[in-house]
């Protein structure tokens, strides 16, 4: 394929709503992340998937973020009730394998605007 | 907890000049460190890892053990190299996630 695909790419939603957001890796990639990157805050890391292990969640930043890896390929990252501070560009990256031994790939973002 | 810092949010140098992006990071093992750049407009992509001890556009980095720090080098720093710049680590127990710094955008002015 062409790369990490994201989509939509942007998302303008009401505080209290409900979004999806979704990411297809490179095909034959086992490992997939998702960051979120904010003005000033840099790249923070929400989740990581490896192929058939339990994810690392240890970056979700509260239990209205979860997110989903269907087939060992395509992820949705759902966030419930959004809150204005919820704003930000929300990036996926895919790698063969883990960060040590492949780089890794980075989608376009989907960047969330909540008002 | 284990930290990448990158002091520099913004960091302004001339074309010819010499560029040195700091990354100091936070890790008593033996980590694996990378520079990843964000050019406009494009995505974020890997620009070196430091066990490739390769040059990518001109750009270095050492590993410094001793000092905690992977600074990113380039001698003469063309208008082409202004872009988003992150330092990112990944270390052993650290389940495979990259940790990255806050980012310092380098801007080459003519």
């Known amino acids: 394929g062409a790369g990490v695909s994201q989509s939509p790419s942007n998302k303008v939603t009401e505080k209290g709503k409900d979004v999806e957001l979704r990411c297809d890796p490179i095909s034959g990639h086992t490992a997939l992340y998702w960051y979120r990157q904010s003005l000033g805050q840099g790249l923070e890391f929400l989740i990581y998937?490896?192929?058939?292990?339990?994810?690392?969640k240890s970056g979700l930043p509260s239990d209205r973020f979860s997110a989903e890896r269907t087939g060992g390929s395509v992820s949705t990252l759902t966030i419930q009730r959004t809150q204005q501070e919820d704003s930000a560009v929300y990036l996926c990256a895919s790698s063969l394998e883990g960060p040590g031994n492949s780089p890794l790939h980075f989608g376009n973002g989907t960047r969330l605007t909540v008002t | 907890a284990q930290r990448v810092t990158q002091p520099e949010k913004l960091l302004s140098v001339f074309k010819g000049a010499p560029v040195e992006l700091k990354c100091n990071y936070s890790?008593?093992?033996?980590?694996?460190l990378f520079w990843y750049v964000q050019y406009s407009r494009q995505r974020l992509q890997l620009l070196l890892r430091?066990?490739s001890r390769e040059s990518i556009k001109g750009f270095t980095a050492d590993l410094n053990k001793g000092e905690t720090s992977f600074h990113l080098k380039k001698p003469f720093a063309q208008e082409e190299d202004s872009a988003m710049y992150y330092c990112a680590l990944a270390y052993t127990g650290g389940g495979n996630k990259l940790t990255f710094g806050t980012g310092t955008q380098l801007k080459v002015e003519l």
């Open positions: 890790y008593s093992g033996s980590p694996e």
């Open positions: 998937f490896q192929g058939n292990s339990a994810p690392d």
């Open positions: 430091h066990i």
